[in-house]
C-alpha cells in the first residue's frame, strides 16, 4: 500500500495545472460549501453530480491552494482502493491471492498513474466506492444476522455514493442486489425468502 501511495504522490506532483473537469468540480464544489449553492459560473450545477464536487471543494477549503487539495484528495482515494480490492481478492482466491491483488492495484497504470495524472477526476473516488460496495456484497453470505444486515447496508450505502459520484453507479446496483440475494439463497433457511437478503443493500441505495 506505501508502494502505492509513493507512485501516486509521484505522479500527482507533477500536475501543476487543473484539468477541464476539476475547474467544474471545484467551482460548484466551493460555491456548495461556501454556502451559496451547488452552482457554478452563477447558475445551478446541473451536469455533475454533487459528491466529488463536494469533497473537493471542502479539500479546498483545508488547502491553502483549491487544486493542491483535489490531488491529494486523488492521492488518498486512489491509495484507499488497495485496502477492498485485495480483501475482495483474498475473499475469492486465498491469503497469497489477496497479497497479489493488492501489489496489481498498488502499481497497474489504470489504478495509479492515470487518475493521478487526471487531477480531480472522479475515478478514484467512483472506483474506491465501486469496489468497496462489491467487496461487501460479496461477503454477505460469509456473516449470520447482524453482521450480514450491516454488510448489506454498507454495499447499499457504498452504491449510493458511487452514483453520486458517477451516474453509472446506477447500474451496479441491480447486479449486486441479485448477487447478494442469490448467495442468501444457497444458505437460506426453509420459508425464507432469498430475496429478503438484498432488502437492505437495496433500501440504502434508494435512500
Keep these: 500500500m506505501l508502494a502505492g501511495l509513493a507512485l501516486r504522490m509521484a505522479i500527482g506532483a507533477t500536475d501543476d495545472a487543473p484539468s477541464t473537469d476539476e475547474t467544474a468540480y471545484l467551482g460548484s464544489g466551493l460555491s456548495l460549501v461556501g454556502g451559496t449553492g451547488f452552482a457554478r459560473d452563477g447558475h445551478p450545477e446541473l451536469h455533475f453530480p454533487p459528491l466529488v464536487p463536494a469533497l473537493v471543494g471542502v479539500a479546498g477549503q483545508v488547502f491553502p491552494d483549491p487544486h493542491t487539495g483535489t490531488v491529494v484528495l486523488t492521492w488518498m482515494t486512489g491509495t484507499a482502493v488497495v485496502v477492498p480490492l485485495s480483501l475482495l481478492g483474498r475473499r475469492l482466491g486465498g491469503p497469497a491471492a489477496g497479497v497479489n491483488v493488492a501489489w496489481v492495484a498498488a502499481l497497474a497504470p489504470g489504478?495509479?498513474?492515470t487518475p493521478s495524472a487526471r487531477g480531480a477526476g472522479s475515478e478514484a473516488e467512483y472506483t474506491l466506492l465501486a469496489v468497496a460496495a462489491t467487496w461487501l456484497a460479496v461477503t454477505t453470505a460469509d456473516h449470520p444476522?447482524?453482521?450480514?444486515?450491516?454488510?448489506?447496508?454498507?454495499?447499499?450505502?457504498?452504491?449510493?455514493?458511487?452514483y453520486l459520484a458517477r451516474p453509472e453507479g446506477l447500474l451496479l446496483a441491480?447486479?449486486?442486489?441479485?448477487?447478494?440475494?442469490?448467495?442468501?439463497?444457497?444458505?437460506?433457511?426453509?420459508?425464507?425468502?432469498?430475496?429478503?437478503a438484498a432488502v437492505p443493500l437495496m433500501a440504502a441505495f434508494a435512500l
Design 174 to 196: 441491480l447486479p449486486l442486489g441479485v448477487a447478494v440475494a442469490g448467495a442468501a439463497a444457497v444458505r437460506r433457511r426453509p420459508g425464507t425468502p432469498a430475496v429478503r
Design 111 to 113: 489504478l495509479a498513474t
Design 145 to 162: 444476522g447482524r453482521t450480514r444486515l450491516a454488510r448489506a447496508t454498507g454495499a447499499g450505502a457504498c452504491l449510493g455514493l458511487a
